[in-house]
């Protein structure tokens, strides 16, 4: 440890070096120093130095390497706070701005995972002095340091319920409040000289680095957060900040959002792009934050086919978050949209093939139910937007694709609708009266498994197959019109009920002897272990609901087993009830 004396002598022969000739080790001496006075607690004392008119030419040299020591001072919040905030804020004045950003740059870049809100808050006020003392590139230096920024920020778990915002245990609320604040004079830059002809390539390069810092904040956090304008939330406020912010320096909407193909410069991977262009849809068209800045004169038809690409980027993902996201902005793209105009040709576009696949997944997978009732909701809603033809597509699509007895049975349920539709006076039409409405029959009154067909875990499309099949036996007077249509379907009718009525003995045969075994294991009142052992035997391969039946206690297997046997009577009554009427109309005819 040096003396006092030795430190005066050290500190004079800086002060009669040039610049030019001071070496390495000198700098390292320079921070040791710093490091110890403030190590003692000496901060009023290095203030002085700091600021003393003999020491500038020092300072100006060397002061940089001091930064970080300061720095982690002011995060760790230590005695003399005002003196360190007045030492750094002296340096940032004094030093060369393109030293300081470098270290600046190296302080972020080394941050501690345990102070990364801390220390960004810290150093934001100062980051901005040095950037606007900047002189060349400072463009290049604006985007390095809002990338370096959110890079770091990306790391901090982002805040989703009320109380997780209001508590802000990571700091991530407040930094986005200060990178805000820190934007504010570059994004002023840009508005003074948007449209100017004086404007230079510098300019249009910090629109840009603004630009990107939007769409990276788009992305991060705010794809990943719960935004509502009835809870004006730090989040929220941040997004409206951001959409501002685009408008700001004049970057066309509609460009990013339907025409984005045409940026070349932003420098994002492609998906990460979709993303933040999907939280930018969201945003505008559901949420509504700037929309008096988007032109009026695009159809709402062109603005839903150029949304469904990004509520299709929103439905692949299983958060919480994006599907709120997804399904909010499809029904707020769907909302205008006349009913019964979709054309037919839209479902060849890749978009509205995915968003049906995803919503179904998001329908019959999602563990969230009120995400479950909203994606049917919508669902609901899209095939009310699409023509005739349309729907016929749709539907043998979804009857053929979706391998879910519960969605086949919706899309039945909406079938029956369409054609009780077409039979009232003016809405008669060939895809549910005519030849194309056999097709739909076919896949209807279908067993894809034949004899071995699973009943129980088929029986919402069963039950609602024989319904429709029932319906339209009743409403036939349209469909007999058409000899050959009228004969297809009774042919199709036969073969089906036929084969159904065999499904419905063998499995009845077979629930019934495993209901039979089930009731004599339980009289017996075996020991624990082989009751568990027996119930486990029983019935191992039937899966109810997605769980398997050997997994429920016996009561339930109990339940299970005797509601599938009710199940086949219903099922069995039905078939009566459709053969009836089918006698009833042949003798009228008669």
Known sequence: MMNEDQVKEIIQRWRNTQEDDLKPEDYQQFKTLGSACLSEGESQQ??????????????????????????????????????????????????RPNELLDSMLEIIEGIDPDAISETILALLPHLQSVLLRLDEGKAACVGSTLSALQKQLSRLPVPYTEQ???????????????????????????????GNCAATAEDEEL?????????????????????????????????????????AIKEPLPGLLFFSSL??????????????RACLAYLLFVQLITIDNFPAVFSHVFILQCNMEYISQLLSNKKESHLLKGLALFTKSLERVQDNSLPVSLLDLKSFYSVPQNLRRV???CPIQHLRESGLQVFQVFINK???????????????TSNHAGIESYIIKNIRNQFEFSMKRGNANEWFLGTEFISLMRLVLCLPQGAETDLLSSMDKVMESLNLLRYVLIR??????????WEELCRIKEEYLKMLRVCISISRAYYSSELKALREDQKLKAKEARDAARSTKLV??????KEKVSNMSPEVQHQVLQSALVTFDLMESLIVRIEEITEEKLNKLN
């Open 164 to 194: 997780q915002e209001e508590a802000d245990e990571y700091g991530l609320c407040r930094c986005s409040a200060a990178l805000t604040v820190f934007t504010e004079p570059f994004v002023e830059e840009v508005k003074r000289t948007d």
């Open 476 to 485: 036939d007077e349209e469909l007999r019109t058409n000899e050959d249509v």
């Open 363 to 365: 329908l019959t997978d």
């Open 207 to 247: 629109k840009i680095e603004l630009l990107q810092f939007c769409m990276r904040s788009l992305r991060e956090p705010l794809l990943e957060a719960e935004l509502k304008h009835d809870r004006k939330s730090p989040l929220w406020l941040f997004a409206v900040e951001i959409m501002v912010t685009l408008s």
């Open 386 to 400: 699409l023509d005739a033809e349309a729907k016929h597509k749709f539907f043998r699509c979804m009857l053929k």
């Open 540 to 545: 191992k391969s039937m899966t109810v609901r």
């Open 263 to 276: 940026r070349k410069n932003i420098l994002m991977d492609n998906n990460q792009f979709k993303e933040a």
């Open 46 to 95: 290095l203030l002085k130095f700091i600021q003393d008119e003999k020491n500038q030419v020092i300072v100006k040299s060397m002061g940089c390497v001091i930064l970080a020591p300061l720095l982690n001072e002011v995060v760790k919040k230590a005695k003399g706070l005002d003196q360190y905030q007045a030492a750094i804020t002296h340096l940032t004045r004094t030093c």
